[in-house]
Nanobody
């Protein structure tokens, strides 16, 4: 089972940018579909973006045009570039890895968008 560690969260002003990283362990990272989810206080965890093993991406409507999901299989890392951040993007962001019935979650990284 892959282990995931997120990083890159922090405090940013509205309109700013952050790049989240999710580093994975394991020898078959390239076969995993990867996803970014977020959970705001008092709300359910929601999907933000996904990227397949082949590199195809999908985004929640709230992320389209502002967020870019990418992966570097040589570094076993997936990235979420977030631009034009809004206060409503404030949440804990989690990385997820899925391969068939096998899934793993990272511990999460806090993103706070505030002036």
């Amino acid at each position: 089972q892959v282990q995931l560690v997120e990083s890159g969260g922090g405090l940013v002003q509205p309109g700013g940018s952050l790049r989240l990283s999710c580093a994975a362990s394991g020898s078959i990272f390239s076969r995993y579909a990867m996803g970014w989810y977020r959970q705001a206080p008092g709300k359910l965890r929601e999907l933000v973006a996904t990227i397949t093993a082949g590199g195809s991406t999908n985004y929640a409507d709230s992320a389209k045009g502002r967020f870019t999901n990418s992966r570097d299989n040589t570094k076993k890392t997936v990235y979420l570039q977030m631009n034009s951040l809004k206060p409503e993007d404030t949440a804990v962001y989690y990385c997820n890895a899925k391969l068939g019935n096998i899934g793993s979650w990272g511990q999460g990284t806090q993103v706070t968008v505030s002036s």
